[in-house]
């Protein structure tokens, strides 16, 4: 039997491969996908970067073969779902893609709740997050119906990860609200004898004096000058600017300090 004809043969070298395109009714399925220049990818965790999996081919960006599976494979990952879930705490709103993201953590939410409460248990009596599994194993036997997902000590400092994301979000909503807060460090070494400074903010909600932790931040120089950098940077860390820290703050207590010399934060 004859081959192709080289003029065949040249035909299909000349004959350019399919390009795939992103299908618009993609964006029914997973509300979160977007494509941009032909580069596709999770609006959801791009939005979420402390929480997303930064290895993830929709968190970098995708294009070519298997989009399809691709997605399905990306929408029940661990660390895209307690971004979804994150996005349904935080995020106000009526538009469709809300709608659609509610619905989906709407969902997930009797599964992953009490995970999110073993996690917190966990993080709140300081043990160590292997224990995690053996948790959930004992509530199982106490009737609790538990995911079958993250399980494992990588599974709870995800949750771990995210409460606190949370919490420091609304801790930074409080401040910016608040029109005055006070600065507390307590100065103390770690394991390796590496100063730190614990910080924390005092300022009034709802009427009543409230105290927050902030942060534990390690100390650069044993001085003032680094005692000082290291508590505006757990500021920082709440979305506080040098203008409203200038502008509200109105006391500052320390205890333990390793230095007694003063560095005045001038409001000019």
């Known amino acids: 039997m004859a081959g192709p004809s080289k003029k065949a043969k ?28 032909d580069i596709m990818f999770c609006e959801v965790c791009r939005e979420y970067p402390s929480i997303a999996d930064h290895n993830s081919k929709l968190y970098e960006g995708v294009t070519g073969s298997k989009c399809i599976e691709t997605l399905q494979s990306h929408e029940s990952s661990k660390y895209h779902l307690l971004c979804i879930q994150r996005k349904e705490v935080t995020e106000k709103g009526t538009g469709p893609m809300f709608v659609a993201l509610k619905k989906q953590a709407e969902n997930m939410d009797d599964q992953l709740k009490p995970m999110f409460n073993t996690a917190f248990y966990v993080a709140k009596q300081k043990l160590p997050f292997r224990s995690f599994e053996g948790l959930i194993e004992l509530q199982e036997k106490n009737g609790i119906k538990m995911p079958t997902q993250y399980r494992n000590d990588k599974g709870c400092k995800a949750f771990v990860l995210a409460i606190a994301e949370v919490d420091k979000d609304r801790v930074s909503e409080d401040l ?7 600065l507390m460090g307590d100065g103390s070494t770690d394991i390796s004898v590496t100063e730190q400074e614990n910080v924390y903010v005092s ?15 390690a100390v650069k120089s044993a001085d003032a000058n680094g005692v000082l950098a290291a508590l505006l940077e757990a500021l920082h860390h709440v ?15 320390f205890d333990g300090a390793s230095v007694k010399a003063p560095v005045t934060l001038s409001r000019n």
């Open 10 to 37: 040249s035909d299909i070298a000349l004959t350019p491969k399919r390009k795939r395109t992103f299908i618009e009714t993609w964006k029914t399925q997973f509300p979160w996908v977007r494509c941009v220049d």
């Open 203 to 217: 300022y009034v909600k709802d009427g009543l004096p409230t105290t927050e932790f902030i942060d534990i931040m």
């Open 239 to 253: 979305d506080l600017t040098d203008g409203d820290i200038k502008k509200k703050i109105i006391a500052c207590t």
């Open 176 to 182: 910016k609200a608040s029109r005055f807060f006070a």
